[in-house]
């Protein structure tokens, strides 16, 4: 039998692609299986991000906000099951595909917004040590109100209404970072400096590249950077401004040293072992900055490119053992089997 999943989730130029990239690495899996995906949503202001779903064959489709309305679509495109990854969804959208006898998957970062699901992914680094408790469900048949089920800390048995998977082991990576990792490695850095690779997800939601360029010049030392930007701009200093790219894995595994901020990129950096330093540019990445930087398995460089950052930027640039230390850590951490796990709950749920 064919299954058919739906992926509610957007990406913008406000609300960046995180959440379109995991969900589209998830999807990788599942139509490795065999299954159908559909993406519910909108890509706006993106080129780079919907080229992402063209180029895979995954379809779009416009989502209403309204979770009846929803409803009605997932029952007219036959989904089995929907992944749900958004901060701005009714709270009641979970509840509702529920109702409707459709399995759901919420992928959330710490706070789970509201949203019932039979299944919870948290693939934070150290998510399965923080306590959680999801929305009040309604009661089972023949049961209780407000009675929950087993397995609600760490991965808990697939199937259990709330039950999560938890923790790095569940990092969604995409095809063409998999394929990545031992294929291509970082160049030794030469006189002209370290390689340095700096980019705020695929939108730059932020604005920040340019100022975070600007430190790596301030530190003074000899380097080469790309920054990823969908805006141009200029900047004094051995640095390359490119447009969003799906050269990106590539361009990771050669750097010496990444700057980016704590969202979904890192798992893909940590897989490849590449020498991190971390920002955040939204409330919900600091749950992965603090874990990550006081894990030691990232360097920190606080929320602005100011002079406590361009210290430890210089810090980076000038020890390649230092730079290598994080790599290592990194590299240890993310098996890149985490879709494959991910994949395995959901199915079990059908």
């Not at 992402?52 to 409803?71: I, T």
């Not at 309604?138 to 407000?146: L, V, W």
């Not at 048995?157 to 990792?181: E, Q």
């Not at 370290?194 to 301030?218: E, M, N, R």
Request: net charge negative; aromatic share 6%; hydrophobic share 45%.
């Amino acid at each position: 039998m064919t299954h058919r999943v739906g992926f509610r989730c957007d990406a913008g130029v406000a609300s960046g692609v995180g959440h379109l990239m995991r969900c589209v690495a998830l999807a990788e899996e599942l139509c490795g299986r065999g299954a159908e995906v559909l993406f519910l949503g909108e890509v706006a202001g993106s080129e780079w991000a919907a080229s992402q779903l063209r180029q895979r064959g995954f379809p779009l489709c416009a989502a209403p906000g309204e979770p009846a309305a929803l409803v009605e679509l997932v029952r007219v495109f036959g989904l089995d099951a929907v992944v749900l990854d958004s901060y701005v969804l009714a709270a009641g959208t979970g509840a509702a595909l529920r109702a409707a006898g459709t399995a759901v998957l919420a992928i959330i970062d710490g706070d789970p917004l509201g949203q019932e699901a039979d299944l919870y992914l948290d693939q934070n680094l150290g998510a399965e040590l923080r306590p959680f408790q999801p929305p009040r469900e309604r009661p089972a048949e023949g049961g209780p109100q407000g009675e929950r089920p087993a397995g609600l800390r760490g991965e808990g048995p697939a199937g259990h209404r709330g039950a999560r998977l938890a923790g790095a082991r569940y990092a969604l990576l995409r095809d063409s970072v998999l394929l990545m990792r031992g294929t291509a490695r970082r160049r030794p850095a030469r006189s002209e400096g370290p390689l340095v690779l700096c980019f705020f997800g695929g939108t730059d939601s932020a604005g920040v590249a340019p100022a975070w360029a600007g430190a790596l010049c301030a530190t003074g030392l000899p380097f080469r950077a790309t920054v990823v930007s969908p805006v141009p701009f200029e900047v004094d200093g051995p640095v390359t401004v490119i447009p969003p790219t799906d050269r990106l894995p590539g361009l990771m595994a050669e750097a010496n040293l990444v700057v980016t901020a704590a969202g979904s990129a890192v798992w893909e950096l940590l897989h490849l072992g590449v020498p991190t330093a971390l920002s955040w540019v939204a409330d919900n990445q600091l749950i992965g900055y603090e874990a990550l930087v006081g894990g030691g398995i990232a360097a920190g460089l606080g929320p602005a490119p100011d002079a406590a950052a361009v210290a430890v930027l210089a810090r980076l640039l000038a020890d390649p053992a230092a730079r290598d230390a994080y790599g290592r850590r990194g590299a240890k951490l993310i098996d890149g089997r985490g879709r494959e796990r991910v994949a395995d709950a959901l199915l079990a749920l059908l």
